[in-house]
Each structure stands twice: as structure tokens, then as C-alpha cells.
């Protein structure tokens, strides 16, 4: 979850090893991405194709916005995560499955 206070917070870009979805809960982004660039406002659905690397930037105060992803294996076949996994496993399969890369 990514939390930004004021208009004009970003976070560094990024790509993600599988397809994903992000909530965008509250407020505005700009999603810049290096296919160009697409606005939205919440409450929206983002979807992200694996290897689209992405960055976001705040229009708006107070704007929340959560990466929604399944844990999955190395080769992205199988999901790893039971329904039923605690948070001291879950920590432990974040540490073993790379979700995201950082852009330079």
C-alpha cells in the first residue's frame, strides 16, 4: 500500500514479474509507464502488464493506492500462498519471490 500525503509525491519506478491490478482507493495519479503516460481517479482499477516498467505520481493530497498480486512460484505457474497463510509465511515468500524490479 502506498500512501502519498501531497500532490506531487512519487514513488521510484518499477516492474512487476507477473500481471497485476492496483486499487487506486483515493485521490489521483499520473501513471507514468514506458508505453507514455494515463491519468486516473479513484476509485479505480489499474491493470499492469508484467515487465511494463510504471512509476506514479500524486494529483491529489492524500491519495492511496494498493498493488494486488498472487505470490506465485519462479516460473509463474502456481500459487504458493495458501488462503490460510500467516503473516510470519507470508514475510518468509516475499523474501523468496522477487514481485517487483527497480528501474534505473
Known amino acids: 500500500m502506498h500512501h502519498f500525503l501531497n500532490a506531487g509525491d ?8 507477473f500481471d497485476h491490478i492496483t486499487l487506486l482507493s483515493t485521490g489521483k495519479v499520473l ?3 514506458n508505453k507514455g503516460e494515463q491519468e486516473f481517479t479513484a ?6 502488464p508484467k ?16 498493488c494486488i498480486h498472487a505470490i506465485r512460484d519462479g516460473d509463474g ?7 490460510e497463510i500467516t ?7 516475499l523474501s523468496q ?3 517487483t524490479r ?3
Open 10 to 17: 512519487f514513488h521510484v519506478g518499477h516492474s512487476h514479474t
Open 31 to 33: 501513471m507514468k509507464h
Open 51 to 66: 515487465d511494463v516498467a510504471h512509476q506514479f505520481i500524486a494529483l491529489a493530497d492524500n491519495t492511496v493506492f494498493c
Open 43 to 48: 476509485p479505480h482499477l489499474i491493470v499492469t
Open 102 to 104: 527497480t528501474e534505473s
Open 87 to 93: 503473516s510470519e509465511q507470508q514475510w518468509d515468500l
Open 97 to 99: 519471490y522477487a514481485l
Open 77 to 83: 505457474v502456481d500459487d504458493v500462498a495458501s488462503p
